[in-house]
């Protein structure tokens, strides 16, 4: 068996290779592509829309609540004047050949 001894200017370079190709094939594909894509929002972006989210729900909730009051004023309304001016049952009318019932005899 002959030892080969690369030459003296040499055997630096090919262990500097030698290390990083051991290297490269060590370090997993995702890391070698560098650093990880930025987020699409930052988080101030995300704060900021979250609040106006926030605010059209209440905006919302207020129409909501206001349209309910003005609905349940208009059926106040209604009961109101039915308990003002009720309606009025016609009077009772006997039919031909018996006598009034609001007649006493």
């Known amino acids: ?23 490269a094939l ?3 594909p995702a890391a070698a592509q560098g650093p990880a894509p930025l987020p699409l929002q930052s988080p101030s972006e995300r704060i900021v829309e979250g609040t106006n989210r926030d605010l059209l729900l209440q905006r919302r909730l207020g129409e909501v609540e206001r349209q309910r009051r003005f609905e349940e004023g208009q059926l106040r ?16 009318v006997a039919p031909p050949g018996r006598p009034d019932p609001g007649i006493a005899r």
């Open 26 to 28: 060590a370090v997993p």
């Open 77 to 92: 309304q209604r009961i109101d004047r039915l308990e003002l001016f009720p309606r009025l049952e016609p009077p009772a």
């Open 1 to 23: 068996m002959t030892n080969h001894i690369l030459p003296a200017g040499l055997a630096a370079p090919v262990l500097a290779a030698l290390a990083l190709a051991a290297l």
